[in-house]
């Protein structure tokens, strides 16, 4: 899948309430101010020091926020244009693989050397793009009434919310 991408930089109106920690990648920070641009520096006290906030859209305009940062590095080597071991957030557990994505498709992957994903089992991804297509297709039928449509609609959002937020183990 394709995405396209905006920053803090580009749309300060991006923000990262609701995201939650979803993974892990290595990447030198020389690489992601490279894509993304300069991060955020010390907008958390001492938790943070660097960030980036990125709202990916795929090609058929769901967006995904995406946060990349580092955790609790107290001695502020985040600052330096090696350091690599990046916490990753997102508001749905694809967040990393998006990331990843986007990394490769702006030719600049070729030192990233490892992500640390969870592991969702094959029919989750199903059901979800079911659930996705569902909604595609809902959204072009003309003929119901709103009120069909709207209970339709909420009836698949809430299977692809419990999707999207269901825990599974991680993979190294």
Not at 48 to 72: F, H, M, R
Not at 74 to 97: C, E, F, T
Not at 120 to 142: G, N
């Amino acid at each position: 899948m394709s995405y396209t991408f905006d920053t803090h930089n580009t749309d300060n109106a991006i923000d990262a309430i609701g995201t939650c920690f979803t993974g892990y990648i290595t990447v030198p920070r020389s690489k992601l101010v490279s894509i993304f641009g300069q991060p955020i520096v010390d907008a958390y006290e001492d938790k943070i020091c660097c960030e980036w906030i990125i709202k990916a859209t795929d090609e058929y305009g769901v967006s995904d926020i995406i946060t990349i940062y580092d955790w609790k590095n107290y001695d502020k080597s985040a600052m330096a244009d090696d350091y690599n071991n990046w916490n990753v957030g997102g508001n749905n557990k694809l967040a990393p693989s998006i990331l990843l994505e986007i990394i490769e498709a702006m030719q600049e992957c070729e030192q990233v050397t490892k992500i640390k994903n969870v592991i969702v089992p094959q029919f989750d991804l199903d059901a979800l793009e079911s659930a996705r297509l569902e909604l595609v297709d809902i959204m072009k039928v003309e003929q119901k009434t709103n009120v069909v449509k709207y209970c339709n609609l909420m009836n698949i959002s809430q299977k692809m919310w419990q999707l999207t937020h269901r825990k599974y183990p991680e993979s190294s």
